[in-house]
């Protein structure tokens, strides 16, 4: 509906009547719609240590053009992974100064930090991420049952979630003489029962331990009905998926196109509406990128090996737009959009008295945005440190114009020119009582 936004000293300030005359200078942003700024909780930046893959000047660069105002960072893949205070201490040193948009930090839990994870919620630590499995990278090792029994305590007590990569090994068929070229091949691999498998398990820790758990990137359907019965017995339990999951489809992905390539996998057409429906119903209350992006030559696209190809998405400038082209298809509302990418992800970081709504008193983060614009994700657009991502040549709804942040525009694009007003401005953010 038309109304006047006020922003003062960086906040909101009341939401007035379009046709108020206030004392103080207008910005007329004729009938573009204006949204909370996007908080995306699902992010790796690696920088320091693999900076080659990713770094915080480009990644949030690439988060302001796509309408995100506050990303916070996973604890891999940078070196050193985000598992101790000093750690910590050096990401946050690593991004001052470079960030166009707010941050945090999500720290580890890894075999044998339980006795840091205290202290680093004291030094802004937002929550912790754990592995059921084999990460990927050798300084972010996984979790067994053990070592969450002895760190989900300490959570509780500090008031800060567990966040669980929900997947647990066991027996798959062999596929030595599968083609590994075949994303099929890839698919059998991580079957979904893995997360099905993970899932309960975390749910019958934290009805044990009463520590906050958040699922990561669900891909697999058939986890839901444990997920929506621990909600409903009231386990303190949450979930999100990610854009990938919710526009692609396993049987549309070309031989040999690694760039498509995560874990848990994109999985089939039947599995992705039952995952719609859940984000409808709000089994799924979040939605955000894993952008998770690395060097072209670790993608292997040259042999299109999906079975040694590294397993990551580049997403973050698109995970609005592409979002926004499947609920306009499904006609959801751009009020649903904005609880599940902003609202409930501002709360699962503790972030809600400061960001994700327009609303009195909260950081005036918020963007112009046109929902009926067509764009084509192409080179030239690409704000991320490389182009190599699934969306490229895809044509979307949604079209940022301007990106606000504490209430100075980031970002803009207006006509063909993009631009970046000002020096970085993004300040890192920290739990309420730390």
């Given at each position: ?386 182009k190599l991502t699934p969306y490229l040549g895809e044509r979307l709804y949604g079209r940022v114009l301007h990106t606000y942040l504490r209430g100075e525009e980031i970002y803009s694009h207006v006509g063909s020119e993009v631009q970046f007003p000002g020096k970085p ?10």
């Open positions: 509906m038309p109304a006047l936004v006020v922003v003062k000293d960086g906040k909101f300030g009341a939401i007035e009547p379009y046709d108020a005359k206030p004392p103080f200078r207008l910005v007329d942003m004729g009938d573009t719609l204006i949204l909370p700024g996007i908080v995306d909780t699902h992010a790796h930046i690696n920088e320091p240590g693999r900076t080659e893959w990713e770094g915080f000047q480009t990644a949030t660069r690439a988060a302001a053009a796509g309408g995100i105002t506050t990303v916070v960072d996973m604890p891999l893949n940078s070196i050193p992974a985000t598992v101790s205070l000093e750690a910590l201490r050096t990401k946050a040193a690593a991004a001052e100064g470079q960030c166009t948009i707010d941050y945090g930090f999500w720290g580890g839990v890894i075999p044998g930090n339980s006795g840091e994870l205290a202290q680093m919620v004291d030094h802004g630590a937002l929550g912790f991420k754990c592995f059921l499995i084999d990460s990927g990278v050798s300084e972010f090792p996984m979790s067994v049952e053990a070592d969450l029994r002895k760190a989900m305590p300490i959570l509780k007590a500090k008031g800060v979630p567990l966040l669980v990569h929900a997947e647990l090994e066991s027996p798959v068929p062999d596929l030595a003489k599968s083609d590994p070229k075949a994303y099929e091949t890839f698919l059998k691999s991580r079957p979904e029962k893995w997360e099905v498998d993970a899932i309960q398990m975390v749910i019958g820790l934290s009805q044990e331990t009463g520590c906050p758990v958040h699922i990561v990137h669900l891909s697999a359907a058939s986890a839901l009905p444990w997920i929506r019965e621990a909600q409903e017995k009231g386990i303190a339990i949450t979930t999100e998926t990610c854009p990938h999951y919710l526009h692609f489809q396993a049987e549309k992905i070309p031989e040999g196109a690694t760039d498509f390539k995560c874990c848990p996998p994109i999985r089939g057409a039947e599995n992705q509406e039952k995952l719609w429906k859940a984000v409808k119903n709000g089994t799924i209350s979040m939605l955000v990128s894993d952008h998770s992006p690395c060097t072209p030559n670790l993608k292997k696209l040259e042999t299109g090996d999906f079975m040694q190809a590294w397993g990551g998405i580049a997403g973050l400038q698109f995970s609005l737009s592409v979002i926004w082209t499947q609920m306009r298809a499904r006609k959801f509302t751009l009020a649903e959009l904005s609880n599940r990418m902003s609202v409930q992800t501002a709360q699962l970081a503790g972030l809600s008295l400061r960001k994700g709504a327009i609303a009195e008193g909260l950081d005036a983060d918020f963007i112009a945005f046109d929902p009926d614009a067509e764009v084509q994700v192409d080179l030239t657009s690409i704000q991320h440190k490389h401005r993004g300040k890192i953010l920290r739990k309420a009582n730390s």
